[in-house]
């Protein structure tokens, strides 16, 4: 899953707007809309501290595990291709 994807399933299942969220991590209020859909719309990534910051807001944390010990609700981001 892109990164843009678990942000979007986080958000849902915090209950959030987007709007909501932006204005948590102080930013606009069309800053989250924006970030994922400019990612969808370029093929770009977004900083572990953006989507980091965002999943907090939406009650998520940002963890790396080693493979293979992903707790069954995880969001895995792949990683990009090559």
Known sequence: ????DALRVAICSSGKSQAGISKS???T???VNALVTQADNTGGTLECGTVAGIASACDYALVLVPKGSEPPDSLVIDPPEK
């Open 29 to 31: 209020r069309n800053y």
């Open 25 to 27: 991590i102080g930013k």
């Open 1 to 4: 899953m892109k990164a843009q």
